[in-house]
């Protein structure tokens, strides 16, 4: 059975992830807000995932890459964006395979690994994903991993010149309990 493993993003993952990318174009298309040009740069990559580090640092994101377990290769991205504490403790999720890693449940495997590490060790309360409502691939995915469908955000996104209306899921944190603001300390 093929396994995965969501990791946090190293300054090294820059090249795998641009072979990954390149190799993928048709297959993610529309998915991002970036230029393919500025995507498919090494530097300008590398660069990214420095923001993003520098970031995570602060407390504000968690950024992944799914690998695939048994041959240790960077197949796609996962990661936990805005992550908000005090009274909302949430954050939004997103993730993207290679064309070739798609198929496998890698995908399905890397959403629950991620909200598990929100819920228990970010101790967050609610994770949200934003779907495009014809992407039914990435709304299985979060069917699988018992998101629930909440409603249509309208022109929510701004990717290839112009706003997309997208589906909001929302998945709440098992320990949810009236009255409780965040999980019991264990132990
Ligand atoms: C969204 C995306 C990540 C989904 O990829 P995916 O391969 O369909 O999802 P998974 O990795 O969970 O794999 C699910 C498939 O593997 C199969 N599978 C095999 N073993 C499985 C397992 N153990 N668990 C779950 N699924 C398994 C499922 O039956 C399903 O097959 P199907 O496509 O024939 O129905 C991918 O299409 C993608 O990268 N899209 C572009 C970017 C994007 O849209 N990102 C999301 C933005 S919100």
Redesign the pocket.
């Known amino acids: 059975?093929?396994r995965t493993v969501v990791r946090l993003v190293r300054p090294d993952d820059a090249e795998p992830l641009v072979s990954a990318l390149a190799a993928?174009r048709d297959?993610?298309s529309g998915?991002f807000p970036t230029s393919w040009d500025d995507l498919l740069d090494v530097g300008a990559q590398r660069r990214r995932i420095d923001r993003a580090l520098r970031t995570h640092t602060e407390g504000r994101n968690w950024p992944g890459v799914i690998t695939d377990a048994d041959t240790g290769q960077v197949v796609?991205r996962a990661a936990l964006h805005d992550i908000a504490h005090g009274s909302r403790r949430c954050c939004f999720i997103?993730?993207?395979?290679?064309?070739s890693?798609?198929?496998?449940?890698?995908?399905?495997?890397?959403?629950t690994q991620l909200t598990s590490l929100a819920f228990d060790d970010l101790r967050l309360h609610r994770v949200d994903?934003?779907?495009?409502p014809a992407?039914t691939?990435?709304l299985?995915?979060l069917q699988?991993c018992a998101f629930e469908r909440i409603g249509v955000a309208r022109r929510h996104t701004y990717v290839n010149g112009d706003w997309h209306d997208e589906t909001l899921l929302q998945k709440i944190a098992p320990w949810d309990a009236p009255g409780l603001l965040e999980p019991p300390a264990s132990g």
């Open positions: 059975m093929t993928s297959h993610l998915s796609g997103s993730y993207w395979l290679a064309a890693a798609t198929g496998a449940g890698h995908a399905t495997r890397a959403v994903a934003f779907v495009r992407n691939a990435s299985a995915v699988r």
